[in-house]
């Protein structure tokens, strides 16, 4: 093993050139694509009684934070382990949505689909990026809110087609 070592577990990362990503690019550039297309955004129907349709949660981390921790952690003297890179706070799909269409200035206009039976049974509906072994480190910056990070993505890169 190295005597230096560092890994990262990355959540839901968003923001500026995900365009080439295909399928796996982040809910947010799928959002805005389908409001710009069709004026309104597909989201999955809770199969779950414990979350209402739109309430799933999942850590959505603008791509800005990411390197901004990566930097930190390049110029700090870190332990060696894995840390967790999201915000480490999760918000739920219908926020996103409403985020990206407030973004766009249109009203919210969401269309629930069941979750494809396939991947239903394995389907998460939380996730969220415990950051105390970060922040043990030293790590204080405050994460962009997804408001923010919405708002910055779509209006200064989405918008503009902006991509470097």
């Known amino acids: 093993m190295p005597p230096k070592w560092i890994g990262f577990k990355f959540f839901n990362v968003y923001g500026p050139n995900e365009f080439h990503k295909a ?7 799928h959002s805005y694509n389908q409001i710009k297309e069709k004026g309104f955004v597909k989201l999955f129907r809770s199969h779950n009684p414990n979350y209402a349709d739109g309430g799933q949660l999942r850590d959505f981390v603008y791509v800005k934070d990411l390197v901004d921790v990566l930097y930190f952690a390049y110029t700090s003297n870190l332990n060696n382990g894995i840390y967790n890179l999201g915000s480490g706070k999760a918000r739920t799909f219908l926020d996103l949505a409403t985020a990206t269409f407030k973004a766009l200035n249109k009203p919210v206009n969401i269309e629930y689909i069941d ?26 910056k405050s994460f962009t809110s997804l408001e923010e990070g919405v708002t910055d993505y779509v209006t200064n890169y989405l918008n503009g087609h902006r991509y470097f």
């Open 23 to 29: 399928r796996m690019a982040s809910v947010i550039f």
């Open 115 to 140: 979750t494809p039976i396939d991947i239903r049974d394995k389907y998460q509906y939380f996730t969220e990026a415990n950051m105390r072994k970060l922040m043990h480190q030293g790590y204080n």
